[in-house]
């Protein structure tokens, strides 16, 4: 567990808090799991929606074996490729969810904390309204009106996560309207837009960093649900669709358990990834207060 | 006095808006004479269709402008008529259904809630009494890996564990069974929405009680001699609790979500699982009706947790 902390150790003195082993082998999983998310056509795996029927083992699924590593599902599609193209859409749903809530809920509430007045009032009731629905109910109730893209989905849970961004951004930069050396900038004839660019942003964008995996984990998880609720992407193969499929019928879930179980561990891998190494982040940069 | 008065007003506001929110996408990105009629709707050349198409629209008061339809269904909601199913019949009506889901889900939620904060009050103690040492870190270990486990996994794993594999749990829910039964049932459905939301609630304290042992009224009464279990049951957990209120409130959202998936795997027909299904049918009335009540449910759940505030700390009011 010391392997990372001497290298560090000898440039400062005084003694620093660590991101840890733990952070390290998380990011490590993320970034495997980046990588097959991106490369995953360009991956030696088998097709993902090939019937591999094999006459010698009867009826599919088939177990676990080394043919299949995960074994196949009941149309003996190979859950082991199947569970890595899901990360495609997992992934890339959950990263453009939060980057679209970042971008506008930053906007909206580093805006409103330092303008106030009638943008703040205005923009904090509609982040209450968004927080009245529970959001499950309000994604549920957004994704079966529209077409289920990859941009709609995306989009839908980037508005999600746009009200409780928006709240942390506002926050923050109220923290930092009011300081000295604002007010100095404000002194020597900066404009808004400028102290907003270089003196607040800088400030707010390093906590609201920290934060960023850990909305990504709860976007992954919301599109996660959709998907076994049948309402993600509808074409294509998410993590959330491959738990659905294995446990529809309790006769699946019994007979082949390993259809649900390895998705669920790939999933759970993830979030857990992404929490842990957004909660050393948080702990790194003493972000207090501040939960999503 | 005034502050109540604003804070209800502002509740009422807000739900205003987000019935306004509901039907106007549900009318405008929705496509209702559609989802009531099917593939007739569009076969405007042929003249029984659109006779058809006549007297759905009358029906439904289709004919009217949207917000003289936000009106009718306005004053017919508040008064506990949430209108007719979208069926060739419109049988049974919206709050039939409801009235008929609706304990479910609320019993399904209280025996989650009620679980999670039994679970995590003693789980909170123990680990902040002991905070550091090996006990304390195993425990926030386990509560990282609950949180990590979204809860339609979560379901699927209790299914598999305890229902499939061990037979201890019953796999479905029987709506005829006496009602002793049908809470037996509803145990690993509980249980999926609970024990994540624990372990948030066990972090959360367990943090809060660490502060309040760190006081001096803390070691005045350890100086008295007191024992450790009064000191933490007596002295440190009641101060403590402050933000855990608040949390609980809060994550009423959390388990009504959490419902909807557990009630869609263990097949329970309440409230959550009727919205899937609804959404899945487009049979929008009722998607309407869930989606008012839930969100209503929320914000006098948050109203009634900011009163409770008030009435811990009088200093908020003002």
Known sequence: MTTENNSAGDETTVARKKLGFGFWLCVTWLALMAFIALFTPLLPLKSPTSNFIDSAQGRPPYAPSWKHWFGTDKDARDVFARTLYGARISLTVGFSAITAGFLIGGTVGVLSG????????????????????????????????????????????????????GRLARAATLQYADREFVLAARQIGAKDRRIIVKEILPNVAIPMSSLALLGMAVAVVAEGGLAFLGLSVEKGITWGGLIQLGSDASKTLEKAPWISFFPIMMLFLTVLSLNFAGDRLRTYFDVKEMTL | ?????????????????????????????????????????????????????????????????????????????????????????????????????????????????????????????????????????????????????????????????FSIR???????????????????????????????????????????????????????????????????????????????????????????????????????PGIGSTLVESVLRNDFPVVLAIVMIVASSFVVINLLVDFAYTLIDPRVRR
């Open chain 1, 114 to 165: 330092y303008f106030r007045g009638w943008i703040d009032r205005v923009s904090s009731f509609v982040f209450v309204v968004l927080l009245s629905f529970p959001s499950l109910v309000l994604a549920i109730l957004l994704t079966s009106l529209i077409e289920r893209s990859l941009l709609t989905v995306s989009l839908v849970l980037g508005l999600l996560s746009i009200a409780p961004v």
């Open chain 2, 1 to 161: 006095m005034r502050y109540y008065v604003q804070r209800v007003a502002l509740a009422v506001l807000l739900l205003l808006a987000v019935s306004m929110l509901t039907f106007g996408a549900l009318n405008v990105l929705g496509d209702p004479l559609f989802n009531i009629l099917g593939p007739v709707a569009g076969d405007v050349n042929n003249p029984d269709s659109i006779k058809m198409i006549e007297v759905a629209k009358r029906e439904f008061s289709l004919d009217r402008p949207l917000p003289v339809r936000y009106a009718i269904w306005l004053s017919d909601f508040v008064r506990g008529d949430f209108g007719v199913t979208f069926s060739s019949t419109g049988q049974p009506p919206v709050s039939g259904v409801i009235s008929e889901r609706l304990p479910r889900t609320v019993t399904l939620v209280a025996l989650a809630q009620m679980f999670a904060i039994f679970v995590s009050i003693p789980w909170a103690l123990i680990t902040a009494s002991r905070a550091g040492r090996v006990a304390d870190r195993i425990s926030t270990l386990n509560a990282f890996f609950l949180v990590a486990m979204p809860n339609f996994a979560l379901a699927v794993i209790l299914k598999y564990f």
């Open chain 2, 166 to 268: 061990l037979g201890w749990m019953p796999l479905t829910f029987v709506a005829d069974d006496p009602w002793r039964s049908r809470l037996f049932q509803m145990i690993l459905p509980a249980l999926t929405i609970g024990l994540p939301v624990a372990a948030v609630y066990q972090r959360l304290l367990r943090t809060d009680i660490i502060t309040t042992l760190q006081q001096d009224f803390i070691l005045l009464a350890r100086t008295k001699g007191l024992s450790r279990t009064r000191i933490l049951l007596v002295h440190a957990l009641r101060p403590s609790l402050f933000s855990f209120i608040t949390v609980v409130g809060l994550n009423t959202g959390a388990l009504i979500g959490g419902s909807i998936v557990s009630e869609t795997v263990f097949r329970i």
